[in-house]
């Protein structure tokens, strides 16, 4: 292996997730060079959280080749005169993407940190709030003049959800990143009507500095932006703002300006007829984010899917309106590739198989309709059949079954995000492809309309949607078993791809399937909460076929003890998150395991833990400096054991 060329390594690697090619770059000194590779690293982000110091950030930074840094949280205080000030040319030479989130800096750090990202693309700054707070930033005319040749690179900025930013300071940006194409104002409280801040002012082209407001954030200031860049701006993001139909329309209908993304995420007051403008002024748009606008209705989804034709990427969760009528024009958007369409509850198996199942949307790769609780076994079975490019399926809480499950499993081998949540029929026969297609099983379906129960919450609605449809009427079982034939009964393990799979509460499901299916060498994150018949028989066939997982979650899996856990920690190096909160046959062994081989664990959940003792829990986190985050609420309410963690 020492003769393999260190090129050869280098392009090997960029084949492995980053979990791999991490633990690759241990085995020896040329390996780890290997892993250093610029195309290696540019998809390689750095993050540093609140726990990080100074010292943390520089000895990272100053040994690699960084591309993409993300400061979230980090709120160690650093004056201009200190040490790691003065080594920022070293460290920031190779930046392009750099982030800040909920970060308490200063105006003179971060002016001096920008200074040195030379070739810096993109910059993002969320809910940093001390950093607007003086409107001091980029005061000086001379910082400008200074910075303006550094940040002439910038294309892509987002000053999201910051409390003190205003038109002054928002120009001022500005003017350092005259290639920005990309602008994200998301969260932020923007004035729409803003003649009270601006008396006696015209909101002109040429207007100066001094005529900028310094204390809000007006949309007059960022339409004026808009529109005198509108041949470069590509992207907007107003999400989470008041804007409004008018206001929207007078950004889309700007002359020049074709949109490639839209995000409007969260807007309240966006309708139909907003939609409609958008639809006539901006036709080739590719991303639109139009989730929980729940003014929309069928009407605007009707005009998406018809004059939208370029659409590769539509958000739609949360928008209640929407129904089956809208959502069989689906077929219209043939160049469609993920797909929200999240708590849309009056969306129904015949209208989604319409939209997507005609043979027209062929390059799906992202499909989410959680919470669609009338989507049934007959669109997912359709699905499978000509959506054969999904590498992401989401149906939480909708409808399904055995069948699904082994549709899914045979026909969509190239799944790498499987989750069936809150998918209380799947059973064991689904997920080792047992079923017996010849005798087919009495169906448990019931409509909406048939009980006043959510299947999300279990609470009673009497008073009815008003807009509520009848809902599908129940799939025959002979005509779901006759759409599969004997060859296609295969286990869910043949999923060879799979990184993640979610099976919290599936209630029906045993050691019987988990251990005998759980078989990915590529899986990453397990969910199995909610499961009250596994077992540690269940634990130890996931020690031992999953050996790449960073993540499981066994929340109320009341079943299981300290051997489970115990085995776990032995054989899964890579175990970065373990959840096993109101687990009550657990106790301080569990830590002991955690704290011996657990070296890689970073967040810890064992709320609601009886056997578990408070003394335990913050021994381990006292001798695991690497933990992050570890819930505790409630543990030892049971037992007063003693802490033998040393």
Same mark, same amino acid.
């Given at each position: 292996?020492?003769?393999?060329?260190?090129?050869?390594?280098? !392009?090997?690697?960029?084949?492995?997730?980053?979990?791999? !090619?991490?633990?690759?770059?241990?085995?020896?000194?040329?390996?780890?060079?290997?892993?250093?590779?610029?195309?290696?690293?540019?998809?390689?982000?750095?993050?540093?959280?609140?726990?990080?110091?100074?010292?943390?950030?520089?000895?990272?930074?100053?040994?690699?080749?960084a591309y993409n840094v993300i400061f979230d949280g980090f709120d160690s205080?650093?004056?201009?005169?200190?040490?790691?000030?003065?080594?920022?040319?070293?460290?920031?030479?190779?930046?392009?993407?750099?982030?800040?989130?909920?970060?308490?800096?200063?105006?003179?750090?971060?002016?001096?940190?920008?200074?040195?990202?030379?070739?810096?693309?993109?910059?993002?700054?969320?809910?940093?709030?001390?950093?607007?707070?003086?409107?001091?930033?980029?005061?000086?005319?001379?910082?400008?003049?200074?910075?303006?040749?550094?940040?002439?690179?910038?294309?892509?900025?987002?000053?999201?959800?910051?409390?003190?930013?205003?038109?002054?300071?928002?120009?001022?940006?500005?003017?350092?990143?005259?290639?920005?194409?990309?602008?994200?104002?998301?969260?932020?409280?923007?004035?729409?009507?803003?003649?009270? !801040?601006?008396?006696?002012?015209?909101?002109?082209?040429?207007?100066?500095?001094?005529?900028?407001?310094?204390?809000?954030?007006?949309f007059a200031n960022i339409i004026k932006f808009i529109s005198n860049h509108?041949?470069?701006?590509?992207?907007?993001?107003?999400?989470?703002?008041?804007?409004?139909?008018?206001?929207?329309? @007078?950004?889309?209908?700007?002359?020049?300006?074709?949109?490639?993304?839209?995000?409007?995420?969260?807007?309240?007051?966006?309708?139909?007829?907003?939609?409609?403008?958008?639809?006539?002024?901006?036709?080739?748009?590719?991303?639109?984010?139009?989730?929980?606008?729940?003014?929309?209705?069928?009407?605007?989804?009707?005009?998406?899917?018809?004059?939208?034709?370029?659409?590769?990427?539509?958000?739609?969760?949360?928008?209640?309106?929407?129904?089956?009528?809208?959502?069989?024009?689906?077929?219209?958007?043939?160049?469609?590739?993920?797909?929200?369409?999240?708590?849309?509850?009056?969306?129904? @198996?015949?209208?989604?198989?319409?939209?997507?199942?005609?043979?027209?949307?062929?390059?799906? @790769?992202?499909?989410?309709?959680?919470?669609?609780?009338?989507?049934?076994?007959?669109?997912?079975?359709?699905?499978?059949?000509?959506?054969?490019?999904?590498?992401?399926?989401?149906?939480?809480?909708?409808?399904?079954?055995?069948?699904?499950?082994?549709?899914?499993?045979?026909?969509?081998?190239?799944?790498?995000?499987?989750?069936?949540?809150?998918?209380?029929?799947?059973?064991?026969?689904?997920?080792?492809?047992?079923?017996?297609?010849?005798?087919?099983?009495?169906?448990?379906?019931?409509?909406?309309?048939?009980?006043?129960?959510?299947?999300?919450?279990?609470?009673?609605?009497?008073?009815?949607?008003?807009?509520?449809?009848?809902?599908?009427?129940?799939?025959?079982?002979?005509?779901?078993?006759?759409?599969?034939?004997?060859?296609?009964?295969?286990?869910?393990?043949?999923?060879?791809?799979?990184?993640?799979?979610?099976?919290?509460?599936?209630?029906?499901?045993?050691?019987?399937?988990?251990?005998?299916?759980?078989?990915?060498?590529?899986?990453?994150?397990?969910?199995?909460?909610?499961?009250?018949?596994?077992?540690?028989?269940?634990?130890?066939?996931?020690?031992?076929?999953?050996?790449?997982?960073?993540?499981?979650?066994?929340?109320?899996?009341?079943?299981?003890?300290?051997?489970?856990?115990?085995?776990?920690?032995?054989?899964?190096?890579?175990?970065?998150?373990?959840?096993?909160?109101?687990?009550?046959?657990?106790?301080?062994?569990?830590?002991?395991?955690?704290?011996?081989?657990?070296?890689?664990?970073?967040?810890?959940?064992?709320?609601?833990?009886?056997?578990?003792?408070?003394?335990?829990?913050?021994?381990?986190?006292?001798?695991?400096?690497?933990?992050?985050?570890?819930?505790?609420?409630?543990?030892?309410?049971?037992?007063?054991?003693?802490?033998?963690?040393?």
């Open positions: 292996m020492e003769n393999i060329p260190t090129e050869v390594l280098s !392009y090997v690697f960029y084949f492995l997730d980053i979990s791999d !090619y991490k633990v690759a770059a241990l085995v020896s000194r040329k390996w780890y060079a290997a892993s250093r590779d610029s195309k290696l690293m540019k998809g390689t982000a750095y993050r540093f959280g609140c726990s990080a110091t100074e010292k943390d950030v520089e000895s990272v930074m100053l040994n690699s080749r205080p650093v004056s201009m005169n200190s040490s790691f000030v003065k080594e920022f040319p070293k460290m920031f030479a190779n930046v392009k993407r750099l982030t800040f989130k909920n970060c308490d800096i200063i105006p003179a750090v971060f002016t001096a940190m920008l200074l040195e990202c030379k070739i810096l693309t993109h910059l993002s700054v969320t809910g940093c709030n001390s950093l607007f707070m003086t409107g001091l930033l980029l005061s000086k005319k001379e910082e400008i003049d200074q910075i303006t040749g550094v940040t002439e690179n910038i294309k892509e900025l987002s000053l999201s959800y910051q409390k003190y930013l205003s038109d002054r300071v928002l120009n001022r940006i500005l003017s350092i990143c005259p290639a920005v194409c990309h602008l994200g104002l998301a969260g932020n409280s923007i004035i729409f009507h803003s003649s009270d !801040y601006y008396k006696g002012i015209q909101c002109r082209s040429n207007a100066c500095e001094e005529t900028a407001n310094s204390a809000v954030l007006t509108s041949s470069a701006i590509k992207a907007l993001n107003f999400s989470r703002t008041l804007i409004n139909c008018e206001a929207l329309s @007078t950004v889309v209908t700007i002359e020049t300006l074709q949109l490639c993304e839209l995000y409007l995420s969260c807007c309240q007051e966006i309708s139909d007829s907003a939609v409609l403008s958008i639809c006539k002024n901006q036709p080739l748009l590719s991303v639109l984010d139009v989730s929980e606008c729940v003014s929309i209705t069928d009407k605007g989804m009707t005009d998406i899917c018809r004059s939208l034709c370029s659409l590769k990427t539509l958000l739609l969760a949360k928008c209640r309106q929407i129904t089956q009528q809208s959502v069989s024009q689906l077929h219209n958007l043939h160049q469609l590739e993920r797909l929200d369409m999240s708590s849309c509850f009056l969306i129904t @198996t015949n209208g989604i198989k319409l939209g997507l199942c005609a043979g027209t949307v062929k390059n799906l @790769t992202y499909l989410k309709i959680v919470a669609c609780c009338s989507v049934q076994d007959g669109f997912t079975i359709e699905a499978s059949r000509h959506l054969h490019h999904l590498t992401h399926l989401d149906l939480s809480s909708c409808k399904i079954g055995d069948l699904s499950v082994v549709a899914f499993s045979y026909r969509l081998p190239n799944l790498e995000n499987l989750c069936l949540a809150w998918c209380q029929d799947i059973t064991d026969d689904g997920l080792l492809g047992t079923l017996d297609l010849d005798s087919p099983r009495r169906e448990s379906w019931k409509g909406d309309g048939d009980c006043d129960l959510c299947r999300c919450t279990r609470k009673h609605h009497p008073v009815p949607c008003k807009t509520s449809p009848s809902p599908d009427p129940p799939p025959s079982s002979a005509a779901c078993h006759q759409s599969l034939i004997p060859e296609e009964l295969v286990p869910i393990s043949r999923l060879r791809r799979l990184k993640a799979l979610d099976l919290t509460s599936c209630r029906k499901l045993t050691d019987k399937s988990i251990a005998k299916v759980v078989n990915f060498p590529r899986l990453k994150k397990l969910h199995l909460g909610l499961m009250p018949q596994i077992t540690d028989a269940s634990l130890f066939a996931i020690a031992r076929n999953v050996p790449a997982l960073e993540e499981l979650a066994l929340p109320q899996c009341g079943r299981i003890t300290d051997a489970g856990i115990k085995d776990l920690t032995k054989r899964l190096a890579r175990l970065s998150l373990l959840n096993v909160s109101n687990c009550d046959l657990l106790s301080n062994q569990s830590v002991e395991a955690l704290f011996s081989d657990a070296k890689g664990l970073r967040h810890l959940d064992v709320s609601l833990c009886g056997n578990i003792t408070r003394e335990a829990v913050e021994m381990l986190e006292n001798n695991l400096k690497h933990l992050v985050t570890v819930h505790k609420r409630h543990v030892g309410t049971k037992a007063g054991l003693h802490c033998n963690v040393r």
